[in-house]
């Protein structure tokens, strides 16, 4: 793990802030900005927490308010205790509760409050520490991380944010090293529980032919929870690429074959060439692929053809481009994208009304009855952007099922820098009261270090894996210099394969089952395994079996007649 000598995970670096020191070490920012210590009405306390780095920790209830604020840049600040604490190549998190009030403040409004940190060094740079969309009279808690390449001569905690004249509440912030061995030893117990069950294969009355002390083996042959990845016409050219790809993945999407704008680049000149390619390509390896997009809602993807319509004529386009994708494809694409990132875009909504995308999502439902129809977003997971919280994805999602919208399925892109693992946790729990299946849709993980990128790539997978709502992992790219963010590489342009691409590898060994033994005087032959399809051996003394089955989720142990 990282470097981790040294490192004092239960160490709040910045100490106790209001609940123990008052406003010691703290200090306003802004000639108008005044700093106070307050109790919170007991009843306003927050009483649930993701932070448990402290045993039986819970929000104090006492917090700093900076008031009299004249500027978004002002607000509170502090030094970090003895910041040669703070090791590189190690991530932190920035735990803490953020509030809204005063005369500035309007009950409904909300505002980004951001945590940053000031290095002293030779570069003096900031760090973005966190961000939450604060409210006036609720508490919010914020999930920041970061990790520094180098340790600091000194650094600084800032809070700012919200326009002038609205006061910032600051509950109990606190920076502390993650300790990422601690919570994967919790994550194998959750994975155990979730992904795995207890097996008995009977062969019952066969013992008392001599089967009784056969030698059985058991062998998974694939998992009911796929991983996938990206793919373009260029890369499957590529013979490292296809070679990793049919050995590792499960799945296929592609990068932009699908898109509007590339089918459909100049108005009624239709290019279904490329994703044809990639469906035949797809087919010979038995490959099954998600529909990425139909449309995307953030308005510098749009093409301008499109942007020159007018309120009909973009109307009348948009049942085009439906009609003619849905009725091309029908049954060939099990999930679509239907409109993409309507979280951070509204280009449709804002030109043909609020029921364009409940539009989208009952015309695709439609025309092609069979696909499970997804919303796909990005930072919902990373807890860090004010706009993609997990109550407003859930919100617009409720949102479109009110207007008759068939939302199947949750899609987090999962575009990662400095992953934490209970900030993931804690927006898959939210999602998950949906009752909807949850698939990182774009997953990479960008980081130069290569060490540090298997490390990263390992929370965020080992979190997905455990978590009951989730589904399946696409990757976006996986080969150097075929993917849109870059240091997120799991094999290089030789084709050789690096140490995330390692770490990938080895998790999906880890997770697949294989059992040998004999069989019981009772005919019985029991292993745990993770569910997914199993050929089961059996050495006879008139020569070896085989049998398939498979193991689907379930709390009581699975019984399968193995009739020979």
Known sequence: MACTQGVLFDVNLIENSALEDGLSGWSPVGTCTALSVVEEEPAKVPTETINDVADGYRPSGRYILASGRADEADGLRRPIAAAALIKPRVTYRVAGWIALGGDGATAGDSHAVRVNLRLDDDDGCVVEGGAVCAEPGKWTEIKGAFRLKKSPCAAEVYVQGAPPGVDVKVMDLQVFATDRKARFRKLRKKTDKVRKRDVVLNFGSAAASGISGASIRVMQMDSSFPFGTCINTNVIQNPAFVDFFTKHFDWAVFENELKWYHTEAQQGQLNYADSDALLDFCDRYGKPVRGHCIFWA?????????????????????????????????????????????????????????????FMFRETARLDPGATLFVNDYNVEGGNDPNATPDKYIAQIAALQQKGAAVGGIGLQGHVTNPVGEVICDALDKLATTDLPVWLTELDVSESDVDLRAEDLEVVLREAYAHPAVEGVMFWGLMQGHMWRQDACLINADGTVNDAGERFVDLRREWTSHARGHIDSAGHFKFRGYHGTYVVQLATATGKVHKTFSVEKGDTPLVLDMNL
């Open 298 to 358: 953030v308005e510098n993807t749009v093409q301008q053809w499109v942007k020159s319509l007018d309120a009909d004529g973009l109307t009348a386009a948009v049942q085009e481009r439906l009609t003619s994708l849905l009725t091309r494809y029908a049954g060939r694409f099990p999930h679509y994208d239907v409109n993409n990132e309507m979280l951070h875009g509204s280009y449709y909504q804002d030109r043909l009304g609020d029921d364009i995308n409940a």
